[in-house]
């Protein structure tokens, strides 16, 4: 079962932004990688736009609706080829309405995940978390693997798993039949080589 893998950014653990590109342009570099999700609330526009375009070249780079404010400002990064899609934040549904370009959507239950990826065909993915407990002060109660098996198995495919997922948690999500991937955060902070490595991760 091969799954996408998309990973997701912290600047705050970096000390320099050299250190924050290295990091990351390794990781986009790697085969087994689906896509980087240049996720950083509160940074500067302006700092933010010089991070899309050292990382760009990668060909992986999935911008952000709370980084990108407006459709069109997304459309331009996309027409100048310095991202490969924009993700939604849940609040930032009307982006979804306003632009054909890829996109993908953070949701937090099933049942909105299936109403959203049937209303728009552009939606790449969704991001439904958490699904495993995470040691963010405040997180909510995980969803857990049932929530990936309540969506309907025709739209798993476009389905991201997110939340608590390391080397003790992924393989729980072979359970899920036509799971498209798993995203994280964390795990590519601390142990990216050894996730990576394991079998589940082995993508063509």
């Known amino acids: 079962m091969s799954l996408a893998i998309y990973v997701i950014t912290d600047s705050r653990s970096f000390e320099t932004s050299d250190a924050f590109v290295d990091h990351y342009r390794a990781l986009a570099c790697d085969h087994r990688v689906t896509g980087v999700l240049l996720r950083e609330p509160g940074m500067?526009?302006?700092a933010y736009l010089r991070l899309v375009h050292r990382?760009?070249?990668c060909g992986k780079l999935i911008v952000h609706s709370r980084n990108i404010t407006t459709p069109q400002h997304a459309h331009e990064l996309?027409?100048?080829h310095l991202c490969?899609?924009?993700?939604?934040?849940?609040?930032?549904?009307?982006?979804?309405?306003?632009?054909?370009?890829?996109c993908s959507v953070s949701c937090h239950h099933p049942e909105q995940?299936?109403?959203?990826?049937?209303?728009?065909?552009h939606l790449r993915f969704v991001t439904l978390s958490p699904i495993f407990p995470t040691p963010k002060p405040y997180s909510v109660t995980p969803l857990g693997i049932s929530a990936l098996m309540d969506v309907d198995v025709s739209?798993?495919?476009?389905i991201v798993a997110l939340g608590g997922i390391n080397q003790q948690t992924l393989p729980l999500l072979q359970r899920v039949e036509g799971l498209g991937g798993w995203a994280a955060i964390g795990c590519f902070l601390r142990?990216?080589?050894n996730i990576l490595a394991t079998p589940f991760c082995d993508n063509p």
């Open 44 to 46: 500067a526009s302006d």
């Open 113 to 121: 995940a299936q109403a959203l990826l049937r209303a728009y065909e």
């Open 55 to 57: 990382l760009a070249d």
């Open 78 to 80: 996309y027409e100048q």
């Open 84 to 102: 490969t899609a924009i993700h939604c934040a849940e609040r930032d549904m009307d982006f979804l309405g306003a632009m054909k370009l890829p």
């Open 191 to 193: 142990d990216s080589h």
């Open 155 to 158: 739209l798993r495919s476009r």
